[in-house]
């Protein structure tokens, strides 16, 4: 038996009456498990064909997995989305349609840059919406926060979108736990995203989880399969592409990567006593929180599938605490980014006091 084969056995088989949670304090009940698009687009291996990609986001809303989570900066997928809607009369009611600007790039050096103001906000909205030919977003994200600008003027325009009607609910993306409480201050914010999983249990040590938890503000986990290496399908580098993206990531470096299996097997190992997959023993461990929805992201029919089934994984209290003790057990080599993606994570805004009120860029 191969190694597929093996896991296809052990892999419990997802249904479709998905276990929904209220989102936030004012947000709508959603499955806990969401489907995240970038890597459809090509962010880590070869982008595939449209009809395979369709193929994928059909089976997603067929199985009831309606979060899905995009932004402006992930290739084409905004108007991978817009054609699917138009292929799919009826379908965008349904979807929990979430997107993001501000994460973009220096257009004289190439290099990544934020951008929050005002005008550039607005011009962002108008395209997404556009490319995915909708009249309105359900979840619109600062996908980073520019440090420079305090975070009461960029929730303060956000909330101006949310009133204007062309925006549902309003997320940030990467902010500390204090720009959280500072920015629901202004405008109440339903969701932070946030890196999480047994390689990044930062939203808990930094104070966040608790912050969410206080203000009621749901946290969407991305890469919660630590970008696939969690799921111990990766298990050298010689098992990715040789484009893809993920080998300039400081966990899947040459020197790292064999050290970040350590805690692949520990976690193996409990998955084995329970009969699921690690990916499914993640999901589920991540969506017993009743304020987290992981987002994982798949180009594969099977893969979904797979991490659907984590609704049928139960997590105990002794579970909880094996996963606890095998992520204190290991010390995870290498950062969540390559450097130049790594300023703006956490992000602290400069305090309003302090702003000479000129606008970056
Ligand atoms: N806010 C932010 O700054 C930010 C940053 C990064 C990502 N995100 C969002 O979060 C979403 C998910 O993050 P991510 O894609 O970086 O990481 P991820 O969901 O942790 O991992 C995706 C990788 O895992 C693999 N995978 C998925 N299910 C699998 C399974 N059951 N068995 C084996 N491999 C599996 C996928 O490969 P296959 O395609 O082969 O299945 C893919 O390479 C993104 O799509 C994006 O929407 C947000």
């Known amino acids: ?31 806990g498990l969401g489907f995240g698009c970038m890597g459809l687009s090509g962010a880590f291996a070869k982008q595939k064909p449209d009809d395979e990609r369709y193929a994928v986001l059909d089976h997603a809303y067929q199985s009831g997995v309606y979060l899905w989570d995009t932004a402006d900066a992930y290739a084409d997928s905004e108007d991978l989305l817009g054609r699917w809607f138009q292929r799919n009369p009826g379908a965008r009611q349904n979807v929990f349609l979430c997107t993001k600007f ?30 995915l030919q909708t009249d309105q977003i359900d979840l619109y994200y600062a996908h980073r ?73 749901a946290i969407v986990a991305y890469a919660p399969l630590g970008k696939g290496f969690l799921t111990g399908s990766i298990r050298s580098l010689s098992d990715l592409e040789e484009g893809d993206r993920r080998r300039i990531f400081p966990r899947f470096s040459e020197e790292n990567f064999h050290k970040n299996l350590e805690l692949v097997d520990k976690l193996n190992a409990i998955a084995d006593r329970k009969g699921c997959t690690n990916g499914q023993l993640i999901l589920a461990w991540l969506m017993k929180n009743p304020l987290v929805f992981p987002i994982p992201g798949t180009t594969q029919i099977r893969n979904l599938d797979e991490n ?54």
Request: proline content about 4%; some cysteine.
């Open 1 to 31: 038996m191969d190694m597929s084969q093996a896991k296809e056995q052990k892999a419990m088989k997802g249904n479709k009456d998905l276990l929904t949670k209220k989102f936030g304090k004012h947000g709508p009940e959603v499955p």
């Open 102 to 131: 501000g994460n973009t790039r220096d257009p004289k050096t190439g290099m990544p840059a934020v951008r929050n103001d005002v005008e550039y906000m607005h011009q962002q909205l108008t395209k997404s919406l556009a490319r």
């Open 145 to 217: 926060v520019d440090k420079a600008q305090p975070i009461e003027i960029t929730v303060s325009a956000m909330k101006e979108l949310r009133d204007s009607g062309k925006v549902k609910y309003l997320g940030l993306s990467e902010v500390s736990a204090d720009t959280l409480r500072r920015a629901c201050k202004v405008a109440y914010i339903d969701a932070v995203q946030m890196e999480m999983s047994p390689f990044c249990m930062e939203v808990e040590q930094r104070g966040l989880m608790s912050a969410c938890r206080q203000l009621g503000v």
């Open 308 to 361: 659907i089934g984590a609704f049928q994984v139960e997590i105990t209290e002794q579970d909880d605490q094996e996963i606890r003790d095998a992520i204190s057990s290991v010390e995870v080599a290498g950062g969540r980014y390559p450097e130049m993606f790594g300023n703006d994570l956490f992000a602290d805004t400069v305090p309003l006091e302090e702003y000479d009120g000129s606008q970056k860029i």
